[in-house]
């Protein structure tokens, strides 16, 4: 559906020349929801305003849903555009406007005739959930209703793309979670692409499918959420990983058992899908003359299935220890003996 | 009892005037709101980072725009007389200020219009042009509307300042309640006519402001 091809972003600035994307190549699914992390200034935000040319490539091929959105203009860009939705981080409806106007004016500009008009803004208010709002102004309403305004306003061409540019970064946890309930709705009810960006990993593990990891410009880590959590490489990505499965106590935690039990060892154990359901600690102290104590554990539900960690203290002679993680191992379990924490 | 406060007030002549005022308060609004308006998207959608950014369109239209707005109305006047004789075919009457008088208050409205349409969010014209709005969807369905209570106001300011400037368009002939007041009331010295006038003058100018914060209010959502 998207393909990105060495796609490079420059700016010029007073200061000299500023690289925002550099040489970036990324292929995302046709119905697939495709989240991408970073922190400001990472690029994440000229990459998804290259998707629809809010913005130009310096260089390299933007093809979204067969044209390439870097080299066309005029007419064909507009009309390309029709195609791609886009929810903002501070929703950006127009004040003077009602909802149900809000909602229609996409549908103004692709010349639907009025009638049709109405009766697709009523579809799009029920499919959002605003019923009963229709004649609000933006500034009677709360953020939450907002972006589902902005959502409806987004799909009312029935794009084959929706961008969503930190759609849920000015809202409280619990709108953010209802609207990242309606953009997976909407992506299973019409099989809709989503191309998201966010700097919260809690959005990137609710509900997309495969995540890229953005660092000054380039895309340093990619695959599916579940082998990202499972397995992060970069320390960048392992940072957003621990966002959302490592309290910051955490840390405090583990320094204070190491100091308390200077001998044995303290482990962290990373479960995913079907592995977090074996009765892994049980095995353990039966086969194993081992003491263990749970020190810390959470499971996080992803869009693929579940992923949890756990912290365990376990205390023995050295040889029984090192049994211990290689028969974890073995369960499919990542293990990673703590040591010191900074 | 009138006649005997205000002896030398003639009310037909009151009423003449104050019709002549309105006329060219009136006229010259309807003009200096469309074509500031004009002059104030030029000078928005030509500045950096706009739809149709080109630095010398912008230099150009700016100093046309500075030059106009800062020359006092009455030499502006004066300075007009042949344009004035041109279109109008006359320099005298209530028709023949209306051309100093627009020219005036265009610019002045213009810089008014390009600020009203700086404080309208980024985002939300970035939001139209990602629906694949054309530019002039995007001036009559974001800009203008967006912006439409500070152009309200905006509008609210520059009349009255009109009304100012048909006073003293007035004194070199173009009648309304100035001239009458300059003619009659100073330079025969009857003060109750200048009384008068400026009591119409007032009214006019409080009908306005009501109008305008009216209207502001009503097409203000945010």
Known sequence: ?342 | MWSNLLPNVQWEKIWAATAETLYMTGISVLATFVLGIILGLLLFLTSKGNIWENKLANTMIAAFVNIFRSIPFIILIILLIPFTKLIVGTILGAEAALPALIIGAAPFYARMVEIALREIDKGVIEAAKSMGATTSTIIFKVLLPESMPALVSGITVTAIALVGYTAMAGVVGAGGLGNLAYLEGFQRNHNDVTFVATVLILIIVFVIQFIGDFVTSKIDKR
């Open chain 1, 1 to 342: 559906m998207i393909t990105l091809s060495n796609v490079t972003k420059i700016y010029k600035a007073k200061s000299g020349t500023v690289t925002a994307v550099d040489n970036v190549s990324l292929h995302i699914r046709e119905g697939e929801i495709f989240g991408i992390i970073g922190y400001s200034g990472a690029g994440k935000s000229s990459l998804i305003r290259m998707l629809n040319g809010l913005e130009k490539a310096t260089s390299g091929q933007v093809i979204v849903a067969g044209r390439d959105m870097a080299n066309i203009k005029g007419r064909e860009l507009r009309k390309a555009r029709q195609e791609i939705g886009m929810i903002f981080q501070h929703f950006n409806l127009l004040w003077s406007r009602t909802v149900r106007e809000n909602i229609a004016f996409p549908l103004e500009i692709a010349g639907v005739p009025k009638k049709e008009r109405l009766k697709r803004v009523d579809e799009l208010i029920k499919l959002v959930g605003l019923e009963g709002r229709e004649n609000a102004y933006p500034s009677q309403l709360s953020g939450g209703q907002k972006q589902r305004v902005g959502i409806a306003r987004a799909l009312a061409n029935n794009p084959k793309v929706l961008l969503c540019d930190e759609a849920t970064s000015a809202l409280d946890p619990q709108t953010t979670d209802s609207i990242l309930d309606l953009l997976v709705d909407i992506n299973k009810r019409l099989g809709l692409t989503i191309v998201l960006i966010t700097h919260e990993m809690h959005v990137i593990r609710k509900i997309c499918d495969r995540v890229a990891v953005m660092e000054s410009g380039k895309i340093v880590e990619e695959g599916e959420v579940l082998r990202v959590f499972r397995k992060p490489e970069q320390p960048i990505t392992k940072r957003f990983v621990q966002q959302v499965t490592e309290p910051e106590e955490t840390k405090e935690t583990i320094s204070h058992l190491l100091e308390k039990y200077p001998q044995g060892r303290v482990i962290q154990l990373t479960f995913v899908g079907d592995a977090a359901e074996q009765p892994l600690m049980t095995n353990i102290i039966r086969k194993f003359n081992v003491s263990v104590n749970i020190v810390q554990g959470k499971i996080s539900q992803t869009h693929q299935g579940a992923y949890g960690v756990l912290f365990i203290h376990i205390d023995g002679t050295e040889e029984e220890m090192d049994k211990v993680i290689d028969y974890i191992r073995q369960q499919q379990v990542e293990a990673e003996v703590m040591t010191n924490v900074e």
